[in-house]
C-alpha cells in the first residue's frame, strides 16, 4: 500500500519559516519524480516545487530565493523549507511523486501565514 504522508504544517506570521515533510511507504522511492503543490481557497492546485531523482529541483517564481526543497532517499522522504512566509503562501500543501504515468498524492498540511 502507497503512502504520502505530509507534517509540518501550522500557523505562522509573516516572515517566520516552516520546514514540511512528507514520508512515503510502498515505493521505490529514489526512482520517483517528488513535488511540492498548494491549494489555496476558492484557487486551483499549483506546483509549488519539483525535486528531480538527480536531487535537483526547481521552484515556482513566487517562491524562488525563498523555498528549498530537498529529498532523503534513505528516509524516503522529501522536504519543503519555507523562509520569509507571506499571507499569500497560505494553502493547503500537497506532496507528489510520479513516475511516467503513475503518481501518488499525500493527504495536505495546513499552511496559514498571519498576525
Known amino acids: 500500500q502507497v503512502q504520502l504522508v505530509e507534517s509540518g504544517g501550522g500557523l505562522v506570521q509573516p516572515g517566520g519559516s516552516l520546514r514540511l515533510s512528507c514520508e512515503a511507504s510502498?515505493?521505490?522511492?529514489?526512482?520517483?519524480?517528488l513535488g511540492w503543490y498548494r491549494q489555496a481557497p476558492g484557487k486551483e492546485r499549483e506546483l509549488v516545487a519539483i525535486v528531480m531523482t538527480s536531487g535537483s529541483a526547481d521552484y515556482a517564481d513566487s517562491v524562488k530565493g525563498r523555498f528549498t526543497a530537498s529529498r532523503d532517499n534513505a528516509r524516503n522522504t522529501v522536504f519543503l523549507q519555507m523562509n520569509s512566509l507571506k499571507p499569500e503562501d497560505t494553502a493547503v500543501y500537497y506532496c507528489?511523486?510520479?513516475?511516467?504515468?503513475?503518481?501518488?498524492w499525500g493527504q495536505g498540511t495546513q499552511v496559514t501565514v498571519s498576525s
Open positions: 507528489n511523486a510520479k513516475i511516467s504515468v503513475t503518481e501518488y
Open positions: 510502498g515505493i521505490a522511492f529514489r526512482r520517483f519524480t
